[in-house]
């Protein structure tokens, strides 16, 4: 199978080379922000679509055009994937139009925010050396090695640093799967209270993770520095200066979600063989809390986790279900499987068929893990139930 894998270290450019990074940055924003523009024109005014050839063939013009001449001095590749990351958002965009989803229409980048730009092609690595086309040899912290063929190199700012980013692919041979077995599955439920809560073996032993300490430690200082940028004028150079404070520490909690979040999936996937899962797609997810910044970080977590989960399990042959896909499991009484309607405030589920009374993450969990069973041994969905039955142990 095609394992596709993403390595990320840290730069070690000189002056020279950041000041290329930052226009070849801009250069890709530039880009970006005119295409978009341009998109939003035409279809406001003519209700026309532009569509990426349109704007790739314009790049030999604006290379020879005074104004945009600095152009020529970017890699040219790296102006045509800003250009494809462009054409990517809208693509986006219309499919969640077509899906009847809040669709979300493209944005202008920022200075300043997510600055970076990609190479398809053409970038070399020797050693701890790493060849981007145009800008040369840059030195990078290699913290472990690269693993499979690199298919694309992005070179990011992140706060005060910049990194590359290198996405690989390599062909491994399909794993063993291990047999589908209660004793080693475990089901996963994702919340505000705690990160995760999770149910495994036959008993549905119950495990709590806690927030991250990241998750209230840098909140207070996110807060004043969100509230500082907002009474800034934009674009001033106050505004600027909060802006890089800001993304500053954003880039420290980035930083911080995926070690946590890297070390707890690796630890699951090493101890389990059956992974069963929520899914992030779930509309109760998003009832689960109001939209701020503290929800925002654990958004951004559990979403990283669940992915790290799948790619992790895949790696090793071990079974993953998304059971979100099958029912609610929030609403499920894991001892009876009857249904009730649950409210946000509600901490515990209170069986009004079977009376038990249970903690609601660690209810979903012991749904997900038996739902998630159930869907792997290959039964019906409206036998979906007698999953659950076994794995309480209860009888009906
Ligand atoms: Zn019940």
């Known amino acids: 199978m095609f394992l596709k894998k993403g390595f990320k270290y840290r730069l070690e450019p000189t002056n020279a080379q950041q000041e290329l990074f930052a226009q070849f940055a801009g250069s890709a924003r530039f880009l970006y922000n005119r295409g978009l523009e341009q998109r939003k024109t035409a279809y406001e005014k003519e209700e026309k679509t532009i569509t990426y050839y349109d704007q790739n063939n314009e790049l030999v013009a604006l290379k020879k055009d005074e104004k945009t001449s600095w152009l020529s001095n970017i890699h040219s590749q790296v102006l045509q994937q800003a250009l494809q990351n462009l054409d990517r958002a809208f693509q986006n965009f219309f499919q969640r139009v077509k899906e009847g989803k809040k669709p979300g229409f493209p944005k202008f980048k920022c200075k300043g925010v997510h600055d970076s730009f990609r190479y398809p092609q053409g970038v070399k690595i020797e050693g ?8 040369g040899w840059v030195q990078f912290r290699k913290s472990r090695e690269i693993q499979g063929v690199v298919k694309q190199t992005t070179v990011v700012r992140e706060g005060d640093h910049w990194y590359v980013s290198f996405s690989t692919e390599r062909e491994i041979p399909d794993p063993a799967s291990p047999p589908i077995s ?20 036959l008993e549905n032993r119950p495990t709590y993770i806690s927030n991250p300490r990241f998750f209230s430690e840098y909140l ?7 509230r500082r940028l907002s009474k800034k004028v934009k ?3 106050n505004w600027h200066k909060a802006k890089k404070q800001l993304s500053k520490l954003h880039a420290k909690i980035r930083h911080c979600r995926e070690d ?6 690796t630890n699951i996937i090493n101890s389990h063989d059956v992974i069963c899962v929520e899914g992030l797609n779930v509309a109760n997810l998003l009832e689960k809390g109001t939209r701020n910044l503290s929800r925002a970080i654990a958004d951004a977590s559990w979403r990283l986790f669940l992915r790290c989960l799948e790619y992790k399990a895949k790696e090793k042959g ?4 998304e059971t979100g896909k099958y029912f609610p499991s929030t609403q499920t009484c894991s001892a009876c499987g009857s249904r009730k309607k649950m409210e946000l405030s509600d901490r515990e589920y209170r069986c009004p068929n079977c009376s038990i009374v249970i ?7 012991i749904v997900e893990k038996a739902a998630g069973m159930s869907v792997l041994q290959g039964l019906q969905k409206n036998h979906i139930f007698l999953g659950i039955v076994r794995a309480c142990g209860a009888t009906p």
Not at 318 to 321: L, S
Not at 359 to 365: C, K
């Open 220 to 226: 207070p200082r996110l807060r004043v520095l969100s």
């Open 128 to 135: 701890e050396n790493v060849y981007l086309p145009k800008i």
């Open 318 to 321: 071990k079974h993953f279900v």
């Open 182 to 201: 209660e004793e080693k599955a475990v089901g996963i439920d994702v919340g505000l209270k705690q990160f995760a809560t999770m149910a495994s073996g």
């Open 260 to 265: 946590f979040v890297h070390k707890l999936s």
């Open 235 to 237: 674009g001033s150079k």
């Open 359 to 365: 903690e609601r993450d660690l209810n979903s969990a």
